[in-house]
């Protein structure tokens, strides 16, 4: 009778996929459309309580906005049972976010950020009734709150802008400005902040007319720039702000106290295991413009602000998360090289110092991949019969061959241990010496709340938050590798369309990731929607690490140093020949896509290479001189190519490595889309392109998305993202449209 009841569904619903699976009855899924973006729940902020019983964690959900027209972005707080006997529970709603909860020691309550008149805020939230109650009302901002470990205090960070900072007497005492040197063109040093106390007169005298120009960048008639990093990600002109640490006592009416103060930044601070100190990373070189210094060093203080001491430095590198052990044996950090030189480049390490060893030096795992989220927990071992050892470990997470994989290292022991696999990305952990709790994103769910022993064996599922694609169709990726002409083992997926028929051929995407040191994969979910859409359109898909991505070590990543076009392109485009001997390919019908750096790959392919029947570049790079003055990324061009445009030698292997240059051997139909406030890549890096192939008469079409940032398709406007990927497939269907 199943049967029959199937069958009629799967002709009643003549919009649905017939799924067959061997050895099964058919069913009927349905296809992933559009708008299912708006469906994928994303869990992050992943806490266990202190008795290990329950979890609290951020969803991040897409909900309809009050009148219907648009979307909002909502996160919220959800309890989850460990024993997953229970259906997690949402623990806020409503039209304010609740960001990052975190539990009392004693586990009665949690802390979370929540934004009030516009500035986030620290509230606390008994768990055992009551509701919650804004702990912090600091005019500057609190967040990233960490309970101390006895829970009397609360450690958190804010933000302050440098004109604030001026008037600050709490976090700036002087009033004066900083050591350092503002940089202000025709002015020493010690005449930069003087105060003009002048009437502003367009006619009077030079300080008369400073002050009426004064008054004009205070009314925001003028934008006056001296910052070397002044292009944010949607606006230039950016006003340099600095992170100060604060601490308040938990309880209601408490005032917070000031930990650090003064024109530099301070940030990842964390408690000691005793709570007597407060471990943070700071700049390196105090009388360097923020600007221009690129290395951090770890340092620590007392719990009230005193005895700052520098525990870590080293001008030709940079330190950064700084993690102490419980029992303050140990201190676990990053460290990378600084780019204090053109041609830097690197990717973070897993790095141990040995507190208790005065005058010992720090050790670097050899570890080849980049850590990130660490945790200490210290595990219970059998010594012998009589005795039980302790060992204790740090837990993290590394981008990794297609996945983010969950590891654990100890200081004394240079392999680091992989706990899951590369299929898979853990998106963020929560460890104890019996438990790790983590969020997952895979093929078949783009997220959801798992819990595992500290092995990460015998997993269990605790959320149903994406449940609803277990109705779609969905196509596998396969795994091939092959070797590239540096000698170097290149990984690529293929995904066939959703259903192949028999006999049948289809349009196939090669699909790039930007960078260039970014990396795709089962296990990275920022494409699952998209891949998935245009499989369901029918679509064959191919994306591949190509030499210069992440993932994969250093060497692999430097592998495209001075050569951002034909090594990586000759790699891409090697999977999508690959790809394309498929049964189910049709030779005649390929398309190419990227944004970012792969925006750039794009654009160099189709000047190279005219396979392909279309082509949609977004947000990327094409003019890699322009790009040096117009993106805040800029600091690419010297990192790769060596120096900088005015330098002979540099400006022969920009020009070189230059779509722009170029532009005339393109014959694709090109779509080229960038949003107007994206000031990561720039707008006219598009806009030179598109004027330049209409000059021509070439088949192209640009696409501006208003307030669209370099973001937009990650966290962008939803209905930007919506928009974005419709028109990838309809200028697609203009060319290879179905047969």
Same mark, same amino acid.
């Given at each position: 009778?199943?049967?029959?009841t199937?069958?009629? /569904?799967?002709?009643?619903?003549c919009? $649905?996929?017939?799924?067959?699976?061997?050895?099964?009855?058919?069913?009927?899924?349905?296809?992933?459309?559009?708008s299912?973006?708006?469906?994928?729940?994303?869990l992050? +902020?992943?806490?266990i309580?202190p008795?290990?019983?329950?979890?609290?964690?951020?969803?991040?959900?897409?909900?309809?906005?009050?009148d219907g027209?648009? @979307?909002?972005?909502? $996160?919220?707080?959800w309890?989850?049972?460990?024993?997953?006997?229970?259906?997690?529970?949402?623990?806020?709603?409503?039209?304010?976010?609740?960001?990052?909860? &975190?539990?009392?020691?004693?586990?009665?309550?949690i802390?979370?950020?929540?934004?009030?008149k516009?500035? *986030?805020?620290?509230?606390?939230?008994?768990?055992?009734?009551?509701?919650a109650?804004? %702990?912090?009302?600091?005019?500057?901002?609190?967040?990233?709150?960490?309970?101390?470990?006895? #829970?009397?205090?609360?450690?958190?960070?804010?933000?302050? /802008?440098?004109?604030? %900072?001026?008037?600050?007497?709490? %976090?700036?005492?002087?009033?004066?400005?900083?050591?350092?040197?503002?940089e202000?063109?025709?002015?020493?040093?010690?005449?930069q902040?003087?105060?003009?106390?002048a009437?502003?007169?367009?006619?009077?005298?030079?300080?008369?007319?400073?002050?009426? $120009?004064?008054?004009?960048?205070?009314?925001?008639?003028?934008?006056?720039?001296?910052?070397?990093?002044?292009?944010?990600?949607? /606006?230039?002109?950016?006003e340099?702000?600095?992170s100060?640490?604060?601490?308040?006592?938990v309880?209601?009416?408490?005032?917070?106290?000031?930990?650090?103060?003064?024109?530099?930044? @301070?940030?990842?601070?964390?408690?000691?295991?005793?709570?007597?100190?407060?471990?943070?990373?700071?700049?390196?070189?105090?009388?360097?413009?923020?600007?221009?210094?690129?290395?951090?060093?770890?340092?620590v203080?007392?719990?009230?602000?005193?005895?700052?001491r520098?525990v870590?430095?080293d001008?030709?590198?940079?330190?950064?998360?700084?993690?102490? /052990?419980?029992? #303050?044996?140990?201190?676990?950090?990053?460290?990378?090289?600084a780019?204090?030189?053109?041609?830097?480049?690197?990717?973070?390490?897993?790095?141990?110092? +040995?507190?208790? +060893?005065?005058?010992?030096t720090?050790?670097?795992?050899?570890?080849?991949? *980049?850590?990130?989220?660490l945790?200490?927990? !210290?595990?219970?071992?059998?010594?012998?019969?009589?005795?039980?050892?302790?060992?204790?470990?740090? @837990?993290?997470?590394?981008?990794?061959?297609?996945?983010?994989?969950?590891?654990?290292?100890?200081? !004394?022991?240079?392999?680091?241990?992989?706990?899951?696999?590369y299929?898979t990305?853990?998106?963020?952990?929560?460890?104890?010496?019996?438990?790790?709790?983590?969020?997952? !994103?895979?093929?078949?769910?783009p997220?959801?709340?798992?819990?595992?022993?500290?092995?990460?064996?015998?997993a269990?599922k605790?959320?149903?938050?994406?449940?609803?694609?277990?109705?779609?169709?969905?196509s596998?990726?396969?795994?091939?590798?092959?070797t590239? *002409?540096?000698g170097?083992?290149?990984?690529?997926?293929?995904?066939?369309?959703?259903?192949?028929?028999?006999g049948?051929?289809?349009p196939?995407?090669?699909n790039m990731?930007?960078?260039?040191?970014?990396?795709?994969?089962?296990g990275?979910?920022?494409?699952?929607?998209?891949?998935?859409?245009?499989?369901?359109?029918?679509?064959?898909?191919?994306y591949?690490?190509?030499?210069?991505?992440g993932?994969?070590? &250093?060497?692999?990543?430097?592998?495209?140093?001075?050569?951002?076009?034909?090594?990586?392109?000759?790699? &891409?485009?090697?999977a999508?020949?690959e790809?394309?001997?498929?049964?189910?390919?049709?030779?005649?019908?390929?398309?190419?896509?990227?944004?970012?750096?792969a925006?750039?790959?794009?654009?160099?392919?189709?000047?190279h290479?005219?396979?392909?029947?279309?082509?949609?570049?977004?947000?990327?790079?094409y003019?890699?001189?322009?790009f040096?003055?117009?993106?805040?990324?800029?600091?690419?061009?010297?990192?790769?190519?060596?120096?900088?445009p005015?330098?002979?030698?540099?400006?022969?292997?920009?020009?070189?490595?230059?779509p722009?240059?170029?532009?005339?051997?393109?014959?694709?139909p090109?779509?080229?889309k960038?949003?107007?406030?994206?000031?990561?890549?720039?707008?006219?890096?598009?806009e030179?392109?598109?004027?330049?192939l209409?000059?021509?008469?070439?088949?192209?079409?640009?696409?501006?998305?208003?307030?669209?940032?370099?973001?937009?398709?990650?966290?962008?406007?939803?209905?930007?993202?919506?928009?974005?990927?419709l028109?990838?497939?309809?200028?697609?269907?203009?060319y290879?449209?179905?047969?």
């Amino acid at each position: 009778m199943r049967f029959f009841t199937n069958l009629t /569904s799967a002709f009643l619903h003549c919009a $649905l996929v017939i799924s067959v699976s061997f050895g099964s009855i058919a069913q009927t899924k349905e296809k992933v459309v559009a708008s299912d973006l708006t469906r994928i729940k994303q869990l992050g +902020n992943v806490a266990i309580s202190p008795d290990g019983k329950r979890i609290v964690y951020n969803v991040n959900t897409i909900e309809p906005n009050a009148d219907g027209s648009d @979307y909002d972005y909502k $996160l919220h707080i959800w309890l989850a049972d460990a024993d997953g006997k229970t259906a997690p529970r949402a623990l806020t709603r409503g039209s304010e976010s609740a960001v990052g909860p &975190v539990w009392s020691p004693d586990g009665k309550s949690i802390a979370f950020t929540r934004s009030v008149k516009g500035k *986030s805020q620290i509230f606390m939230m008994p768990l055992d009734g009551g509701e919650a109650w804004q %702990l912090t009302d600091y005019k500057h901002g609190a967040g990233g709150p960490q309970f101390s470990p006895d #829970g009397s205090k609360i450690l958190f960070s804010t933000s302050v /802008s440098f004109a604030t %900072l001026m008037t600050d007497s709490i %976090l700036n005492p002087s009033k004066g400005g900083p050591a350092w040197s503002l940089e202000k063109a025709g002015f020493l040093k010690n005449e930069q902040l003087k105060k003009n106390t002048a009437k502003p007169n367009p006619d009077g005298t030079i300080e008369e007319i400073r002050a009426y $120009l004064d008054k004009d960048v205070e009314d925001k008639k003028a934008k006056v720039i001296n910052r070397l990093n002044f292009q944010g990600e949607a /606006s230039a002109g950016q006003e340099l702000s600095f992170s100060h640490l604060l601490v308040i006592d938990v309880k209601e009416g408490a005032k917070p106290l000031p930990l650090t103060k003064g024109f530099y930044s @301070y940030g990842s601070g964390a408690w000691s295991g005793d709570g007597k100190q407060i471990w943070f990373a700071t700049r390196t070189d105090t009388l360097v413009h923020p600007d221009r210094d690129l290395a951090n060093r770890i340092c620590v203080m007392n719990a009230d602000g005193s005895g700052v001491r520098t525990v870590l430095t080293d001008k030709a590198r940079s330190f950064g998360q700084p993690t102490p /052990s419980p029992d #303050g044996q140990w201190l676990a950090f990053t460290t990378s090289q600084a780019a204090i030189k053109s041609g830097t480049l690197d990717q973070s390490h897993l790095g141990f110092l +040995n507190l208790k +060893n005065v005058g010992a030096t720090y050790s670097i795992n050899p570890f080849d991949r *980049s850590p990130g989220n660490l945790k200490w927990v !210290t595990l219970t071992f059998p010594k012998n019969k009589k005795e039980v050892g302790k060992v204790e470990y740090v @837990y993290f997470t590394a981008s990794s061959n297609g996945g983010a994989p969950l590891y654990r290292a100890v200081p !004394t022991v240079e392999k680091v241990e992989q706990l899951s696999d590369y299929d898979t990305g853990v998106t963020d952990f929560d460890v104890q010496p019996n438990q790790v709790v983590f969020a997952k !994103t895979e093929v078949t769910n783009p997220s959801e709340l798992y819990r595992a022993d500290v092995l990460m064996k015998n997993a269990q599922k605790l959320s149903s938050h994406n449940d609803w694609v277990a109705k779609k169709a969905l196509s596998i990726p396969t795994k091939h590798t092959f070797t590239n *002409s540096k000698g170097q083992t290149v990984e690529y997926w293929i995904m066939k369309p959703t259903v192949v028929e028999a006999g049948k051929k289809y349009p196939l995407l090669l699909n790039m990731h930007g960078g260039p040191t970014a990396m795709w994969g089962p296990g990275e979910g920022s494409m699952w929607h998209e891949f998935q859409y245009f499989c369901a359109q029918g679509y064959g898909v191919v994306y591949a690490n190509p030499r210069g991505s992440g993932g994969y070590g &250093v060497e692999f990543m430097r592998a495209n140093y001075r050569d951002w076009g034909t090594g990586p392109a000759e790699d &891409v485009l090697r999977a999508c020949s690959e790809a394309a001997k498929e049964s189910w390919a049709d030779t005649s019908r390929q398309v190419i896509t990227g944004g970012s750096y792969a925006g750039y790959l794009t654009a160099w392919i189709i000047a190279h290479d005219h396979r392909f029947k279309a082509a949609f570049a977004q947000r990327g790079v094409y003019d890699l001189t322009t790009f040096m003055g117009e993106g805040n990324a800029w600091r690419l061009v010297p990192n790769y190519f060596g120096g900088y445009p005015w330098e002979a030698e540099t400006k022969a292997s920009m020009d070189a490595n230059s779509p722009y240059t170029f532009v005339d051997k393109i014959k694709t139909p090109f779509l080229i889309k960038h949003g107007e406030n994206d000031l990561r890549t720039g707008v006219i890096q598009s806009e030179m392109m598109y004027k330049s192939l209409k000059i021509m008469g070439k088949e192209v079409e640009y696409v501006r998305m208003p307030g669209g940032t370099h973001e937009l398709s990650r966290s962008g406007n939803p209905r930007q993202r919506i928009d974005r990927m419709l028109r990838i497939y309809e200028f697609f269907e203009r060319y290879v449209g179905k047969k």
